[in-house]
């Protein structure tokens, strides 16, 4: 038996390997692989999980994956389970006194449940409960290994991870007092986030965003200080690592630590891109959709898909915005139909008019033998019809551009008055992320009653009310004057500017999140260190020249990921034009590489969003340097705004005693 760390030593090919493939190696190889011993004739294993670490895996890895390495039973250590005496157990358990009584009770004794073990730590175990383990006699000739993985996250895209604190923004914002729960969220994120680098055996350069006080009469908040405390947590976490086998010495990579404040829009306007359009306006489980299919008997059944990465066109449309992707879906179609002599056919008899998307799906449709290579095509184009369909029926353009207009500064109180009263058929969603939007670039709106105003005049809920009123616990300290301590406005309008170079390809494409100026210019060494400050001195190795005027990150050969990662390829997306051959988009992206920077990773505390999860993926490719998103949790706008709902606003706030009509409103 022994305690070790993370296993250097096991290659998994020469292969690219993005972020969640690096996650899905060590499960498979790492843990599952090699827990088998060398005179066992039987490759059978039973793989017994707890509630948090079967989620981890799940997000990694498939079954059809874990059966490929022998296990054929998969538990949960909670639940009563069946005596398997001829069979060894693999337990992914995370460190707790819980989890560790359940182990014991399992292989303890004469007749355990299963013939040997190993056990595999999702992080750090105090040393406790493994003198509980030894203590036990007859469990050491049992017990095969005993591992820490130190890969307590959650991968749930190929460049995105969260830590799983879904309620991080309702337990860190809105009081203004110290909270010890607060700072428990927060060692607990960061004990998670320190597993990342751990299991990928990067050693950050840890940034993070500095609270800002203008001056010293300005005391300085808890929520002012949640990127800093992180960062602090995260280190201290780090500390510990760096005594592994193996684990780098020096710099390998970058972390840049924000919290939602940075960016109170990303989170509640309309993104117009078909991924975040799906998550946004459908009735979807997470990435789970239920389609209907025509069934073999006849008429119709439903069926659950997956929109992830194995869906080759979900893969290549899912950045896209919903018009390119509805039209580059029909021109699949379109292309399917030419190349098959059946669907020709069927189109003969047509006047010779041009075809549209639905009817080439019907036709399509009609030829059996095509079902199963068409089915994922006839999926998207469906969820296309739809998502438009939506947005005619509920006039959303109009509504994304007065959205987009308020961020730009290119429109005011005005205009969002004529649009509520003209506009009075818009669901109250839409309202209520229309104001929040309104509040975010207005927040001195908060101190005069024309926000009250027009709320009055949204018929908002009082939740709905409370959701808009709790935008001001997200503004930021630099975003104050120094008039009063917490809630002193200057006025703004546009708190974006067009970036030079971005055409607006698409209507509605205008809008981009912060963290795309941010990670660029952390890219190009030009984040001020005032503002964005370091953990870690620069080591001389990884830097090249001491810390002066911004924390610069110089290029240095040696600074590499000790885990393999030998050619870290991301081409620039390459297209198909029809429907089956979309799979050589994976294809391609494995043959045509270029060897990456160093990876970079940034995490938001309180929620990251689609729109921020595509500048990664944007990003990767211009920059070639990875760049990994990682938060507490990954919240579609609709789960957003019941955060914020629950966040305690002050008592009174939200009235004034100055009556004001709505003809008063002006800019």
Partial sequence: MSMSDSDTSFHYGNEQKNFRQVSRDRLLYEMIRTSKRPDSKSTWKVLIMDKITTRILSHSCKMADLTDEGVSLVEQISKRRQPLPNMDAVYYIQPTEENVVKFVSDMAGKTPLYRDAYVFFSSTVPRELVTQIKNEPTIKPRLRGMKEMNLEYFAIDSQCFITDHGN?????????EFSRKGDECLTAIANRIATVFASMLEFPFVRYRAAKSLDPTTMTTFCDL???????????SLMKYKTLTNFP?????????LDRSIDQIAPIIHEWTYDAMCHDLLDMDGNKYVHEVPSTTGGFETKEFLLEDHDAVWLELRHSHIADASERLHDKMTNFVSKNKAAQ??????DGSQVSTRDLQKMVQALPQYREQIEKLNLHVD???????IIRETGLRDLGQLEQDLVFGDAGTKDVTK??????????EHKVRLLMIYAATRPEKFESNKLTKLLELADLSPDDVNAVYNMRYLESASETTNSTPKFGYKKKRGIRKDRP????????SRFYPMIEELVEKLSKNELPVNEYPCMNDPSPTFHGASRSVSARVLDAPCAHSMRSRRSNNWARPRY???GYSSDSVLRRTTSEFKKMGKRIFVFIVGGATRSELRVCHKLTTKLRREVILGSSSLDDPAQFVEKLKLLTPNENENTNENEISLDDLEI
């Fill in 168 to 176: 991080a923004l309702v337990e860190l914002y809105g009081d203004e």
């Fill in 249 to 257: 010495q020096i710099e390998t990579c970058e972390l840049l630590i």
């Fill in 576 to 578: 198909s034009d029809d």
């Fill in 419 to 428: 649009f509520l009263k003209e506009q009075t058929d818009v669901d109250y």
């Fill in 345 to 350: 056919m069927q189109q003969g008899s047509r």
């Fill in 226 to 236: 949640i990127p800093t405390k992180l960062a602090a947590a995260v280190w201290n």
């Fill in 383 to 389: 969820i296309a019809a739809k998502i438009n369909s």
């Fill in 501 to 508: 170079g971005e055409e607006e390809t698409w209507q509605l």
